[in-house]
Structures are given as C-alpha cells and as structure tokens.
C-alpha cells in the first residue's frame, strides 16, 4: 500500500479510509468476545449489519470510519477508528475505536490511533469537539483516552446493553 492511500501515518500505526473490501475483518472483529463486551450493541455483527452502517453512515457523510494499520508488517489492517457526526451539530463527533487483532493489543496502537485521529479531526474535518463513551470497567481504554486529551465529562449509570447487561458509562470529550 503506498502511503498516498494513508489519511494519516504515525511511528506504528497508520490509518486509512475503510472500504467495503474491509467488511469481512470488520465483522470478524465485531464478533470477538474482547471487542463486543466493550460495546453497547452486543449483538452478533453480520455482513449486512455492516453493510448498513456503510450505507446509512459511511456512504452519507454522519460518519468517517478509517482502518488502522499495523506500519511494522506491511500495513496489516489490525482495527477500526470512526469518527461519528452530532446530529445536531456538524463541528462535534463522537470518537470509537477498537483493536480487532489479539495480538495488535498492548502495543501503542490505540494510543497513537488516539492521537493521530485528534489530529485528523482538528486539522483535516476542522470540528470543535470529540466525545465519547466507555464503560466504567475498561480502565485501559479510558487511559489511552485521557493520553490523547480527553477528559472526563459525566456519568451514564447503568446503561442497558443489546444483551440485557446493565454498566455504568463514562462520558469524556475534548475540546479541539
């Protein structure tokens, strides 16, 4: 892949706009246990529920979605990043990631995707704010979260999951 494909390109990790040749790893990293019980929706993910999220939100704009990267093996694709529009409000998006591949974990790669799609938001979208969610429990992510800037905005107390499960949220946002 050469690097003019690259929306951005960091010391690890580079990311890339997703496409629908990305649907397959995308669905296969939904449905892993790790990634799934850090989501609300739990349900499990198909190539259509895929599918409609490329066309209901990718293809319209409300989101950008891009592949992160692995730069040490040849651009490996090891996980997800979108960035998804306010309804309300096109200058602030709500921030997701996961980390698909098992053995991509523990490595700076979210962190960096972190800060690397701060950037990105700032500079090439030109929104004000990012927010997100994160369930109490995932310390780890909340770390990588507060290393990019983001800062702890409120709670959501027991919010229901697709599953039934019920988990405290944390809301957190950074103003760009």
């Not at 892993?32 to 895929?50: G, L, Q, S």
């Not at 602030?92 to 700076?108: H, N, Q, R």
């Not at 030109?126 to 409120?154: C, P, T, W």
């Amino acid at each position: 892949m050469n690097n003019n494909e690259f929306e951005m390109i960091g010391k690890k990790v580079s990311l890339r706009l997703i496409t629908r040749d990305d649907t397959d790893l995308i669905v296969k990293w939904r449905n892993n246990d790790r990634i799934r019980n850090n989501f609300v929706y739990r349900e499990f993910f198909t190539k259509e529920i895929h599918e409609n999220w490329l066309i209901t939100k990718v293809d319209t704009g409300k989101v950008v979605q891009m592949i992160i990267c692995e730069n040490s093996r040849d651009n490996r694709p090891v996980g997800s990043v979108y960035l998804r529009y306010d309804d309300d409000n096109s200058k602030i998006a709500e921030y997701g990631i996961f980390i698909g591949e098992d053995d991509a974990v523990g490595k700076g790669y979210g962190n960096e995707t972190a800060s690397l799609t701060v950037e990105y938001a700032k500079n090439k979208l030109g929104l004000d704010k990012l927010m997100l969610r994160v369930f109490s429990y995932n310390k780890i992510a909340q770390k990588s979260y507060e290393h990019a800037g983001f800062r702890k905005s409120g709670e959501l107390p027991m919010v229901v999951c697709s599953d039934g499960q019920k988990s405290d949220m944390i809301l957190m946002e950074l103003v760009l």
